[in-house]
């Protein structure tokens, strides 16, 4: 089946501008999680949303960042006034349970996003 | 706070020998413990899931380990091949259970 999708795959953007990327989780699977990766550095959380519950935002890095997940599927993760220590690689994932850390979850491949 | 050390940036090996990774986590006490592989360019991909009662767990040539004395998971790979060669990453859920908290990953390269 398919697995988790993520467009574009590739953005460059220019400081100060906004982006947004999206997210297609697997069908069926309640939690949805972005995570940031950094040159060098592992996977930092980001955000994660579990069914209609209220999302856990606490690994957003700023105020610049907020997400969304629509109809508790799609999501989409917005970087506003982008700076260049923005750039980095964003992995979503979904599982089919919550509780995490017991569930494996599914990664996609991945956004890479350069801010000149 | 919780913290995952994987102590070997990069690990060399001959193929046909047996790679071992070590992830260490300190302020925790976690009941599962999660390796992944991640090749570059693509996201990581989920090996092994150990919980705290399983002392080891094996899938194929793959065998982990959790110590929850020690706090410390080894992860195994024996008759290793090239195509093992990949960063492998080690995770555990945080407390609040909303994510996974992951280690920066051992590089591993097999040579033939």
């Known amino acids: 089946g398919a697995g988790v999708s993520q467009s574009p795959s590739n953005k460059v953007t220019e400081k100060g501008k906004d982006v947004e990327l999206r997210c297609d989780p697997i069908?069926?699977?309640?939690?949805l999680y972005w995570y940031r990766q950094s040159l060098g550095q592992g996977l930092e959380f980001l955000i994660y949303?579990?069914?209609?519950?209220?999302?856990?935002k606490s690994g957003l890095p700023s105020d610049r960042f907020s997400a969304e997940r629509t109809g508790g599927s799609v999501s989409t993760l917005t970087i506003q006034r982008t700076q260049q220590e923005d750039s980095a690689v964003y992995l979503c994932?979904?599982?089919?349970?919550?509780?995490?850390?017991?569930?494996?979850?599914?990664f996609g491949p991945g956004t890479r996003l350069t801010v000149t | 706070s919780q913290k995952i050390e994987q102590n070997s940036e990069a690990l060399n090996i001959q193929e046909g020998k047996t790679a071992t990774l070590t992830c260490n986590y300190t302020?925790?006490?976690?009941?599962?413990l999660q390796w992944y592989r991640q090749d570059p360019g693509r996201g990581p991909v989920f090996l092994l899931l150990?919980?705290?009662?399983?002392k080891e767990k094996r899938k194929e040539r793959l065998k982990v380990t959790f110590d929850t004395t020690l706090k410390q998971s080894l992860f195994h790979i024996t008759a290793s091949q090239p195509a093992d060669s990949a960063t492998y990453l080690c995770?555990?859920?945080?407390?609040?259970?909303?994510?996974?908290?992951f280690g920066k990953g051992t590089t591993l390269s097999v040579s033939s």
């Open positions: 949303f579990q069914g209609n519950s209220a999302p856990d």
């Open positions: 302020n925790y006490s976690p009941a599962y």
């Open positions: 995770a555990l859920g945080n407390q609040a259970g909303t994510a996974l908290i």
């Open positions: 994932a979904s599982s089919p349970h919550s509780g995490t850390g017991e569930y494996e979850q599914y």
């Open positions: 069908s069926g699977h309640t939690a």
């Open positions: 150990i919980r705290e009662n399983e």
